[in-house]
């Protein structure tokens, strides 16, 4: 079971999370996010986890909301992610020209939709087992994520049918965590909100641990 903690904004969260098990970080590069984190503060953040964690180190995932293809190539360099989240309204055709670097979120409202989006994007789903093949998200109107809501199982399940590797987002908690992978079995799992505490970008150690923990079945 891979585990994502997304909204990663210090480099003591990343590191406790690296520590804790994490198999890949998310850093949020939408500036209407609550968990943005800016571009310098990001390259010095993934310097200094790589610097201390050499090849143990997490893939860094950049996640961009509606960006254009050279704005996040050139961000990607600069601050040495691994890979990139598309997690706004972007086309298959992005997908395409990111050669291979990129996932897409999808959050479909209806079994229906679920069925059109797998359609559209499955042809430019990664091959590289590292990473998602799609991440699926909860359906909350004009929010890109970080709502604390979940996807409905009808749904998740039409998407599990056609995607290699599924990970599961929205609403996630160590409290629930396990029961929720009973119930879908996804490839992997993605957190931010239910891992903090009452500031938003910042990580709740403890929450943090337990999440990984019951996660993988420690």
Known sequence: MRVKICGITTFEDALHAARSGADMLGLNFWPKSKRYIGVDSAVELCERLRAELQGNCPLLIGV????????????????????????????????????????????????????????????????????PSVLIDASVQGQYGGTGQQAAEEVIRVVKLSAPRLMLAGGLTPSNVAERIAVVQPWGVDVASGTEGDTPGRKDPRRVERFIQTAKGL
């Open 64 to 131: 961009f909301v509606n960006a254009v293809v050279s704005d996040i190539s050139r961000t990607m360099t600069h601050v040495g992610l691994d890979y990139a989240q598309l997690s706004g309204d972007e086309s298959d055709a992005m997908l395409r020209e990111l050669r291979g670097i990129a996932f897409k979120t999808i959050r479909p409202a209806t079994p229906a939709q679920a069925e059109d989006d797998v359609r559209y994007f499955s042809p430019y789903f990664t091959a590289d087992e590292r990473i």
